[in-house]
């Protein structure tokens, strides 16, 4: 067996580098990097509108990153927009969500990593609180810029996550939205606010997505989880 391929979400941005300024597919470093010191090899995907692609990807990779980003278009859970709601980017929207579909169809292990849960919840059918400060009436979720909030989270006994990270840990943080409902998920975390901080299938399958930047931590346990069922995803689909 050779090494678990994880394929990683980007976005696509306006960007600028040495001489040029032009749209780019970019990912923080982080990313690439956690999954590199578990034991993956990362592979970006950027955005894609031709039919099939997702399936086509998704069968030629051993787990799947729905990484951070811009908020989820509320169209998608049927919402007005909030007036703290922006830069949506439907076709990231739909990229992701075709890989979800094709993740389900294949049994793909999968995390979500902030918007990539939020993501996840609405394409099981749920819907978000659009500005979790109207609800919490604090702002240590996003403490605004390109500064990350740390905040303490418990997990839920018996949970995968709490398996993979324990009882108690303080997260990194940046997001202002958050998952009002999640149908077939359970959640695993929570903030001493009640925010849900994290949410997992039931079952067999890896399918866990986190509200935190686990790729900002020196605590990889999520990392090495995901790589460890996609280590055995790959094993099984070798013996089919």
């Not at 007005?80 to 993740?103: N, S």
């Not at 294949?106 to 609405?122: F, S, W």
């Not at 659009?130 to 905040?151: A, R, Y």
């Not at 006994?157 to 303080?170: E, F, H, K, N, Y």
């Amino acid at each position: 067996m050779g090494l678990p391929v994880i394929g990683l979400t980007t976005y696509r941005e306006d960007a600028s580098w040495g001489v040029w300024h032009q749209s780019a597919d970019l990912l923080p470093a982080q990313y690439a990097r956690a999954v590199e010191a578990t034991g993956g090899v990362p592979l970006l995907l950027p955005p894609v509108a031709t039919p099939d692609a997702a399936a086509a990807v998704v069968a030629r990779l051993d787990g799947l990153v729905i990484s951070g980003g811009a908020d989820v278009d509320p169209e998608r859970y049927g919402a007005p927009p909030h007036p703290r709601t922006a830069g949506w980017r439907p076709d990231r929207d739909a990229w992701e969500t075709a890989l979800l579909d094709a993740a389900d169809a294949a049994g793909l292990p999968v995390l979500g990593v902030c918007r990539g849960m939020q993501l996840m919840a609405v394409h099981a059918g749920g819907e978000l609180d659009q500005h979790t400060p109207d609800l919490v009436d604090h702002e240590e979720h996003s403490p605004g810029g390109d500064v990350f909030g740390t905040i303490p989270v418990a997990t839920v006994p018996g949970s995968r996550v709490a398996g993979l990270v324990g009882t108690t840990l303080d997260v990194s943080c940046h997001h202002h939205q958050s998952v009002r409902s999640h149908p077939g998920f359970t959640a695993s975390a929570h903030a001493a606010d009640g925010t849900l901080e994290a949410m997992e299938a039931p079952g067999d399958r890896f399918c866990v997505a986190v509200q935190w930047h686990p790729e900002t931590s020196a605590d990889v346990g999520l990392l090495a989880g995901l790589l460890e069922a996609a280590t055995a995803h790959a094993e099984r689909r070798v013996s089919a």
